[in-house]
């Protein structure tokens, strides 16, 4: 910073002491020197980016740290705010299906289900008919969320609680978690009529819409 030539042009060349101390006052508090001092908008912008230099962030510091900080940042904020529109996700429905039904490993689906009961009665096989067509009923409600069955949850409480969502079918759901017992647990034959009892009821539930909750 060049001094202001008037200073320079009214100082005598050899000054004592106290015009020294005067004209230093006078030079030190002049607008031009003033003006080169850094304002405390500077100091504390310095301040902010010695800070983001120093940060450091998976073993990175300096400007690659701070944007990997401010990618992290982002994408939570994008993934709060897809949260906020669209809720908790749920899972496909069919992966909520346990592994067993009834005491048995069984991964399928209520349509494979279904068709294995048909083809069974066409075989004249009604006990794995009747069988096949209740495990495909209560894996229906499983897919569609109306209840959940675990590896010890039988017949009878399938029908039962199916009955409170279903009022109106209680007595018809409770009879075909009989036949299925009864197949499966009492050697009863089984018989077409229980069997075609069993899917219509699976089909009437599938159009029906639950009235409670299990």
Known sequence: ??????????????????????????ELTGRDYVAAQPTWL????????????????????GAPAVALVVLLVVVVVVLLVVLAVY????????????????????????????RAAAEAAAAGDL?????ESFRALARGLVERDVLSTTPGTTARAVGARAGQVFPGLADRLASAADSFDGVRYLDRPGSEAAW?????????????????AS
Do not use: Q
Request: glycine share 8%; aromatic share 6%.
């Open 196 to 212: 075609r009892e069993i899917s219509t009821l699976d089909l009437e539930l599938e159009r029906l819409a639950p009235v409670a």
């Open 42 to 61: 500077d100091r504390a912008a310095d301040a902010f980016w010695n800070w983001l230099n120093g940060i450091r962030f998976g073993g990175v510091e």
């Open 87 to 114: 809720g908790v996700p749920r899972l496909n429905r069919r992966s909520t299906r346990g592994p067993e039904l009834f005491g048995e490993g069984d991964d399928r689906d209520a349509d494979r289900l279904r």
């Open 1 to 26: 910073m060049t001094p202001p030539t008037t200073v320079l042009a009214a100082a005598p060349l050899d000054p004592d002491p106290d015009e020294a101390r005067r004209l230093l006052l006078r």
């Open 127 to 131: 006990v794995l008919a009747v069988t």
